[in-house]
């Protein structure tokens, strides 16, 4: 069982409710987004529950409880969770394992910051924490912006593959990062992405970078499953490897080529 404090800092009496239900509600999204990924459970493997509320600054502390027989993923979560917000505090970039969706309900809850009597987000557990200011709001705002497109490749762990949106989709956890990767693919590529799933894979095409210099979306063209470490190529997570890969295209025409066909 995990403990883990969420408080929102700030006058007493000036916070209003509609912020308080707010920013718990999108915090509690920000940890299962980072559950689904970290145990491969749809939905998480963690229930929330309330342990302690208190006033002055808005505190509520909340207990887990796994809702696997056999494990719990609770450790794992939250040192992720506050290392991740760590890292987007300090130096701007990508939680881990934090997908799309999720950063979308992060900035929905940086974005409080300043407003409605929140002053600031202070998140920890019993050996660590994170205070998140609007440097945290305005970094979160770079994330998923497209600022530019490359003809590379991605290396990482292919989990959620998604069908029922327009361009079928799944999510690549980098290697180097856990960033997750949207990666969209064509229909006829659905068995072929299938086969990868749960395993590691190097997936190659335009890749699509936010302002932090981090791989968005990649428009998969090629997947490649790796075998064990000993077998992988020398590939960089980022980074055109094959002189024949645009079939003779310059590198700018193939990737308006790419994203117009998706």
Known sequence: MATLRFQL??????????????????????????????????????QWV????????LVLDAESRSK???????????RAAIAGLRRL?????????????????????????????????????????????????????????VRYSLVG?????????SIHEKEPRCIV???STNQAVTCLFR???????????????????????????EPVTVHLDRLRILGSEEELPGIGDIGGSDPNFTGGMESSAYVRSMRDGH
Do not use: C
């Open 50 to 57: 309330v342990a302690n509320l208190a006033t002055g600054s």
């Open 153 to 161: 490749s991605v290396e990482g762990r292919l989990e959620g593959i």
């Open 173 to 175: 956890y980098r290697d």
């Open 68 to 78: 696997l027989p056999d494990r719990n993923y609770d450790t794992e979560v939250v």
């Open 89 to 145: 505090e300090q130096e701007g970039l990508t939680p881990p394992y934090l997908s799309p969706k999720g950063i979308r309900s992060a900035r929905q809850l940086l974005k409080l910051i300043g407003t409605q009597g929140i002053e600031g987000i202070r998140i920890s557990n019993h050996t660590d924490s994170v205070e998140l200011t609007a440097k945290a709001a305005t970094s979160v705002s770079e994330l998923l912006p």
């Open 9 to 46: 800092e700030g006058e007493p009496h000036g916070i209003t409710v509609d912020a308080f239900v707010g920013a718990v509600t999108d915090w509690f999204k920000v940890l299962t987004d980072i559950d689904t990924a970290i145990s491969g459970q749809s939905g998480g493997s963690l």
């Open 187 to 213: 229909r006829d590529m659905l068995n072929e992405v299938k086969e990868g799933l749960g395993r590691r894979v190097v997936v190659i095409g335009v890749v699509d970078m936010n302002g932090r210099h």
